[in-house]
């Protein structure tokens, strides 16, 4: 008892700081492969901790695996945005050209390997920035226009800063070695993957992911999840339609013209027929499509997400989806190219990983859920790392880490109760203390 209760106090000592750098963060929000700044100031953070190893650059994420990167024109603006804003000098030119994320690895000696994800981007929303809105009142609202911490991922990088500064303080006392990855490109489920195909969760024994959430069940101010099924398989595209332009009136026959590709592949879209296996999703998002009015369109782009409630089930849907595409291209003379830009498996937590997470938070006196299961529409990359640690015999799990939150995620108006921070903190820490002691 006496280790949880001087976790207890190392965190609530560094509280105030934790709560400046998530405000920093908040304020200086990059959205995914544009995490520069922040992915530099994780990594000094890092180094002036003592953490063993602090891998940057190409030694995080796969660079042909990443999904979803923007243009080298948009990745350079953001670098140079990332100057002069702050960005860590040492560390800043592992980044370029979207090279983000960090991963921290503290040794101590044989033992366990525990994996701990924080996710580190923010999101295309355009923050308030009226007095209503406490982080504008607070002088903290995102500077950067059009990007925002609207999720909560400023929260999670924070925490993922205050678990390596607790575990170094009692490293003397832990036994194994313990890997904190701090993952770009969440949002879209974009970065998950290409750090799983670097190889980092290979060997790992046991893996935790979590997010805040506004989610309160019994006031419970930790839940363990998912039990089942507690974050939807997804798989997105931009999809492209090509064809033959001419003039609408004078020769409209000698045209293939997307603008009917499109409309066939939407309609049919929607039409998939649903599964008796469970839940799936379909939605188009946008089309732009078109030059003129007098112009049969020869070009056109939609982007599409798909979803299932297990990774089969999207499976499905992405069996099915691509046979509508392609016919419906082909049906109107046209040809169409699917670009994957994002996507994510399905968890299940294991229960004997749930256990101990349960019993961390407990033993640093907090209130844990009594539901282990708990549905979700949304979806998480983390599902990849969960499942390659789980393919090769270890255990893994996902949490939610509750507080009060003024707007819904996603919102021009979110924000959190920074309770969360600490108690998450501490929740991390007793688990991989109980792991690796």
């Given at each position: ?128 920035q009226d007095d209503g809105h406490r982080p504008a009142a607070e002088g ?55 750090i799983v195909e670097n190889g980092h969760l290979d060997g790992v024994d ?121 016919a419906a291209a082909k049906m109107h003379g046209c040809t169409c190219e ?100």
């Amino acid at each position: 008892m006496a280790m949880y209760e001087k976790i207890n106090q190392l965190v609530d000592d560094v509280t105030a700081e934790l709560v400046a750098t998530r405000r920093d963060f908040h304020k200086y929000a990059e959205s995914g492969w544009f995490e520069m700044r922040t992915s530099s100031i994780i990594a000094r953070k890092l180094t002036e901790m003592g953490v063993d190893e602090v891998l940057v650059g190409d030694a995080v994420c796969k660079k042909e695996a990443r999904m979803g990167v923007p243009s080298e024109e948009a990745l350079e603006a953001s670098y140079e945005r990332a100057v002069e804003q702050g960005g860590d000098p040492e560390f800043l030119p592992y980044t370029k050209g979207g090279m983000t994320g960090v991963i921290g690895i503290i040794k101590c000696g044989e033992g366990p390997t525990v994996a701990m994800r924080f996710d580190i981007d923010a999101l295309g929303v355009i923050e308030a920035q009226d007095d209503g809105h406490r982080p504008a009142a607070e002088g903290f609202a995102s500077v950067n226009h059009g990007m925002m911490h609207a999720c909560g991922h400023d929260a999670h990088a924070t925490i993922g800063l205050g678990v390596a500064k607790t575990l170094m303080a009692i490293k003397d006392q832990l036994h194994g070695t313990i890997k904190l990855i701090f993952q770009p490109a969440e949002e879209g489920v974009r970065g998950a993957k290409s750090i799983v195909e670097n190889g980092h969760l290979d060997g790992v024994d046991f893996c935790i992911g979590s997010h805040v959430s506004d989610l309160r069940s019994d006031d419970a101010e930790v839940a363990i999840s998912p039990g089942s099924h507690g974050s939807l398989a997804t798989t997105k595209y931009d999809v492209y339609f090509h064809g033959v332009s001419a003039h609408a009136g004078g020769s409209p026959e000698k045209g293939k013209n997307v603008m009917l590709a499109v409309a066939t592949a939407i309609m049919n879209l929607y039409a998939i027929p649903r599964h008796s296996g469970g839940t799936t999703r379909i939605n188009v998002g946008t089309v732009t499509a078109g030059s003129g009015r007098n112009v049969i369109a020869d070009v056109a782009k939609m982007e599409i997400e798909l979803r299932g409630e297990t990774t089969a089930l999207n499976d499905y849907v992405v069996e099915y989806a691509t046979n509508v595409i392609e016919a419906a291209a082909k049906m109107h003379g046209c040809t169409c190219e699917m670009v994957v830009m994002g996507g994510a498996q399905s968890m299940t937590s294991d229960k004997a990983m749930i256990d101990r997470v349960r019993a961390g938070a407990e033993a640093v006196g907090l209130k844990v859920s009594k539901d282990d299961s708990n549905k979700s529409g949304g979806s998480e990359d983390y599902s990849y790392m969960m499942t390659r640690v789980q393919e090769q015999g270890g255990i893994a799990t996902f949490m939610r880490v509750h507080s009060k939150q003024s707007a819904p995620g996603h919102n021009r108006r979110f924000d959190i109760d920074e309770v969360a921070i600490p108690n998450a903190v501490k929740t991390f820490c007793a688990t991989v203390y109980d792991i690796v002691k």
